[in-house]
């Protein structure tokens, strides 16, 4: 609360209250908030702290009323209990009501294109201004497309349609630094437990994966894929520890690779003694793995928050071209990786 001066009542803090806190004029802080998209991005970044310092909210049912708009995005997203999931979803919150936008989210429990099609519709039916669309939609279609041309959509986890942004990591790099890290540590090859066939982030790291082994000269072997879950990655370690050869694994998420490590310390397997192990998300039971997890960190939170000033500036200017984002793992490297037992000194090629 602002307080007026002293004796007053507190009140709510308002516009001018941002501005002064963000050394800028109310006119700024309006266009910030407006996503318009002519505001540098240092300056845009100065009101969204203050507006989080002062707790400021607009008041959006009296701008519903004397603009017609709804200050309303709507989310697409997958029915899961995944962590990655619900920090991009919290990224996407904490900024869209730190710019005066609600978030209406429109859940589905399967990847059909129909399902997507009918989340999209409930959103439209709504009045949301602009949609992000966090789903891995590999294939469309011409509702879709039409959908997504008539509302200012942005699109994550790999998505593409005609008329969308995008804002992506760069999956394929996320798997050739794990892979290439594996390589590096003298193991001859890296077997890889991959996520479901339907994702597209999924596709991405195999194929970096491959593509890794490849440019190194190496043998591929053949993939085994899960469900993003640990029980899939648990089922996929009681393979791999019976395979003598096995050295080092390439685990398409953190959830999955806490149930390969498991199902190998039960096949008597030792990490990384016996065999490393590399996931990627870097969620936050990651460093409290055991042994704590080497993985490719993605940032999902500002993933989120990338989407929605992308959608705001979007939705201030439809006619814009919209320019991809793309976001770059890093390689976060713990104790579930070693060199290969029987590597000479020197690191292998990668």
Not at 35 to 59: C, I, M
Not at 108 to 128: K, N, Y
Not at 135 to 155: A, G
Request: glycine fraction near 8%.
């Amino acid at each position: 609360m602002v307080k007026q001066s002293p004796g007053d009542q507190e009140r709510p803090p308002g516009m001018a209250d941002v501005a002064r806190v963000a050394g800028v004029s109310a006119q700024t802080v309006s266009r910030v908030l407006s996503g318009h998209p002519n505001v540098q991005d240092r300056t845009r970044a100065k009101v969204v702290a203050a507006v989080e310092q002062l707790g400021y909210r607009r008041n959006n049912a009296a701008r519903m009323l004397s603009s017609g708009r709804s200050r309303t995005i709507g989310v697409v997203t997958l029915q899961t209990t995944s962590y990655s999931r619900a920090a991009v979803i919290s990224g996407i919150e904490n900024t869209a009501q730190a710019a005066g936008y609600a978030v209406s989210t429109a859940t589905t429990t399967s990847l059909d294109t129909s399902a997507i099609e009918r989340a999209l519709a409930r959103l439209a039916d709504q009045g949301v201004e602009g949609v992000i669309l966090s789903v891995p939609l590999i294939h469309s279609s011409d509702r879709i497309e039409q959908l997504t041309r008539s509302t200012p959509t942005i699109t994550i986890d790999g998505s593409r349609t005609d008329a969308t942004g995008v804002v992506a990591v760069d999956q394929d790099l996320a798997a050739r630094l794990a892979t290439r890290h594996l390589l590096d540590l003298g193991h001859e090859t890296v077997w890889h437990v991959a996520g479901p066939a339907r994702w597209l982030e999924a596709a991405s790291r195999r194929d970096g994966w491959r593509t890794a082994l490849e440019d190194a000269g190496r043998s591929v072997p053949p993939p085994l894929e899960g469900d993003w879950s640990p029980g899939s990655g648990y089922r996929a370690g009681l393979i791999l520890g019976r395979i003598p050869d096995v050295t080092a694994v390439f685990v398409a998420s953190d959830e999955m690779a806490f149930g390969v490590i498991r199902a190998l310390h039960e096949c008597g397997r030792r990490v990384p003694e016996d065999i490393s192990v590399v996931g990627v998300d870097d969620i936050e039971l990651a460093e409290y793995c055991t042994p704590p997890l080497t993985t490719v960190a993605q940032p999902f939170a500002h993933m989120g928050a990338l989407a929605v000033a992308q959608l705001l500036r979007h939705i201030a200017d439809p006619g814009a071209m919209a320019v991809p984002a793309s976001v770059e793992p890093e390689l976060v490297v713990r104790a579930s990786t070693a060199r290969c037992p029987d590597a000479a000194g020197e690191p292998g090629p990668g």
